[in-house]
């Protein structure tokens, strides 16, 4: 019983950040756009296409985590994400740019260790709850 309910923490937990952050994001695409930019990995188009798509693509991965058909798709996608999320960051840290991360619309420049101890957290969550699961779907 106790780690169904952890499990249910950690779902509603990964789906509160992932819906937050895409709201966030979807509601100012503009600064999102320049977020991004500021990393300096995509060309000009390459950094529209993620400012404008990828807040919707984490609101629909908070919303599927929920429907159980499509919930381990939903994971993995997330999952993606985090460690495309956690390379950026890395790569920005190393290359010492100063930065905002743009996670949930604004934030303190050069925070990165919080940044990146935040992703990890997510990624074990998102680990965790892909597990279960995965688990779940071979038992059945």
């Not at 509601?27 to 995509?42: G, H, M, R, S, T």
């Not at 296409?49 to 984490?58: K, T």
């Not at 629909?60 to 994400?81: K, N």
Request: charge should be positive; hydrophobic fraction near 55%; include cysteine.
């Amino acid at each position: 019983m106790r780690k169904e309910i952890f499990v249910l923490i950690l779902r509603l937990t990964l789906s509160g950040v992932f819906l937050y952050a895409g709201i966030i994001k979807a509601a100012n695409p503009e600064k999102f756009w320049i977020d991004v930019q500021n990393y300096q990995l995509l060309p000009h188009f390459g950094n529209v296409l993620v400012a404008l798509y990828l807040p919707y693509l984490e609101i629909l991965c908070a919303l599927a985590l929920w429907y159980p058909r499509w919930a381990l798709g939903s994971v993995s996608l997330m999952g993606g994400m985090m460690l495309v999320f956690t390379i950026a960051l890395l790569s920005a840290w190393i290359r010492g740019l100063d930065i905002t991360c743009g996670c949930f619309g604004g934030s303190e420049k050069n925070r990165y260790i919080e940044w990146l101890v935040r992703d990890i957290l997510l990624i074990l969550a998102i680990a965790w709850i892909g597990r279960e699961d995965w688990s779940k779907m071979q038992s059945n």
